[in-house]
């Protein structure tokens, strides 16, 4: 289903476009809003993968901070206790 959307541009543009009746301008929009979306969800993917990598490092440098903890003795502690 389509919806209709509009949107201003100058008197001048109009007038270029107007000369130029052989190009569907409907069509030429359609792709420019469609470029613009793809590169931006790709820049957004590019920033979710990039946040992803600092929380795991993030992560990381939290484990490292805890001593003399091991997560197979607390795995068996907890086991032990069922």
Wanted: charged share 50%; net charge positive.
């Amino acid at each position: 289903m389509s919806v209709v959307v509009s949107f201003r541009i100058s008197r001048e543009l109009k007038e270029k476009m107007d000369k130029l009746k052989h190009i569907n301008w409907s069509e030429v929009v359609r792709k420019a809003i469609y470029e613009v979306i793809v590169r931006e969800e790709a820049r957004m993917r590019g920033k979710d993968v990039e946040r992803i990598r600092r929380a795991a490092l993030r992560s990381r440098e939290l484990l490292r901070r805890v001593e003399r903890w091991s997560s197979v003795e607390e795995i068996r502690r907890w086991r032990e206790r069922r």
